[in-house]
């Protein structure tokens, strides 16, 4: 590892230390603060202690002078020798003592264990000098280099003609106190080494969780979304942080998904888009080459060369025009809201059923089978009635000839709070639905679940025959989503297919002005049961009953898709 160099070449080791720092992981930056905390507060302990110990001694030692102070005077004042050296008592030969004059002359000296060859170097003080430090104990030197000092203290005579110093020598302080302090900093260095053990330990089983989400987030960026954190306890910042990231996995994988089936749906519906355009240009650019050819010369042969290519071109206009219409759909563009009655679609639906399909018997009634009842709803009325449309023109279309109809309409109440069969939350507390009901060999299970796809198909070739383009069911969807209702296609009892559309309820009362006053009824007709409704006296499939009132502002049915 490369050394931290400044520009003149020299080391850095401050720099040096801070990059080890900041490349260290945080379980190292962890156990190394633990440890140097540790050696802080042994350093300190030691050194207090040290201090406080050697300060309780030095006192124990003054205490001793001053308690001694008489007897070695007398000794020293009655046995002294000219030598310095007498037999002394054993309580007293611990101590060093000498006798000063006035002036600070020593006029004896002695230290009554003779074998000890260092002595303090006590200063020469006056009378007034040694009054002036009013008895307190000091330390000085001693005379050999190995001495560790002494404490002294010097007192005044009583007979005034003199000074006494008394000293102890102050060896076994300093020992005492190195040996507590090597005591105390072997404990300490045991205590940091034990808790670096320990925070070490600790700082690994706690970071395991984190490594699992280190290891479970390597994972996630190689590319499977299907990781998941394992969970701590809730409680805990571990746990919290596990349960948050696997909810924004679950949103990332979602998410990524969503975006997946979007791009093969885009896809899909790219390549039936191409296919479906293709197929009758294909028919469309054939009959041409062939008439171009020659091939067709027989007048009738050549009409009904033309009539082919106005078909295909009309299906192919239709299909375009089924785009456009997804597309704009698509876009979210604001819809117009107005009050619009289901009812009064379903009546203009059954109509103009019974005039496309003379042979059917087609009727309105109600949700239970009883008469049909006003569902308001609101929205748009345009796009509404195409919903209507395309799913009638549907159920024609692909139940068998001669097979009976039924439109139903009412409302259903539903609990607040409750969910739609698509997961959404339910708006109120009732809902106001459309059911298109056929007597026909009804849709496979498999393919239910898709009917509401682009382009999806359950038979392709019979909806080629039948001339559809795959996208009627999926402007319903569109256009039921938009305005915030739900369409589901159901087993029909007895067999068939029930294509039920539900939408949100409003109160006709909230605006009357747009909608149709209850129990009235067109000019010249007799007001019937159903509110709005004339009462359907017709015997036969090709007898149509006028229609009711429209809501201010409604415009004519629209094509289906």
Known sequence: MPATVNRAGRFRPFHELARLWKTSSLRTQLVVMTTGLML???????????SLFRQELVRQIDDDLHANRNNVSVYLTSLGTDTGY??????????????????????????????????????????DEVLERNNEAFDVPGTTETSRGWRVTMYRLASGEGS?????????????????????????????????????????????????????????????????VEMGAPDTEVGRLSRSLNAMLAHIETAFR????????????????????????????????????GGISDPDDVGAAMGRIEGEAKRMGQLVEDLLTLARLDEQRPLEHRPVDLMLLAHDA???????????????????????????????????????????TNALRYSPAGTPLEIAVGTVD?????????????????????????????IDEQDASRVFERFYRADSSRQRETGGT????????????????????????????????RMPWVDPAADEDDLPQDGEAPDGETESETPGVPE????GPLAIPPRPPQPPGSGPPSTSG
């Open 86 to 127: 007498f037999s002394s008592p054993q309580s007293i030969l611990r101590f060093y003592g000498e006798l000063q004059d006035n002036a600070g002359n020593t006029t004896t000296n002695s230290s009554f264990t003779g074998a000890n060859e260092d002595r303090p170097v006590v200063p020469s003080l006056t009378a």
């Open 536 to 539: 359907d006296t017709s015997t």
């Open 164 to 228: 006494l110093a008394i000293a102890l020598p102050l060896e076994p302080v300093h020992d005492s106190v190195d040996r507590v302090t090597s005591l105390v900093v072997t404990i300490g260095l045991l205590a940091t080494a034990g808790a670096s053990v320990i925070a070490y330990a600790v700082t690994t089983r706690a970071f395991k969780p984190l490594l699992r989400v280190e290891r479970t987030a390597a994972q996630i960026a190689a590319g499977d979304l299907s990781r998941r």
């Open 258 to 293: 969503s975006k997946e089936q979007s791009e093969e749906r885009m896809r899909r519906f790219i390549q039936d888009a191409s296919h479906e355009l293709r197929t009758p240009l294909v028919t469309i650019r054939g009959f041409s080459e062939l008439y171009r050819h």
């Open 40 to 50: 802080l507060a042994v350093i300190v302990t030691a050194a207090l202690t040290a």
């Open 414 to 442: 539903v609990l607040p709070g409750s969910v739609h069969a698509d997961g959404r939350q339910v708006h109120g507390s009732r809902d106001s639905v459309i059911e298109i009901r056929d007597h026909g060999p009804g």
């Open 470 to 501: 795959g996208l009627g069911l999926a402007i319903v969807a569109a256009i039921v989503a938009q305005h915030d209702g739900t369409v589901r296609l159901e087993q029909t009892p007895g067999g068939g297919a029930t294509m039920s559309v």
């Open 350 to 392: 059954v109509l103009d059923a019974r005039v496309n399909a003379p042979d059917r018997e087609i009727s309105l009634e109600g949700l239970d089978g009883g008469r049909a009842g006003s569902a308001p709803t609101l929205g748009d009325e345009g796009k509404i009635r195409q919903v209507v449309t395309n799913l009638v």
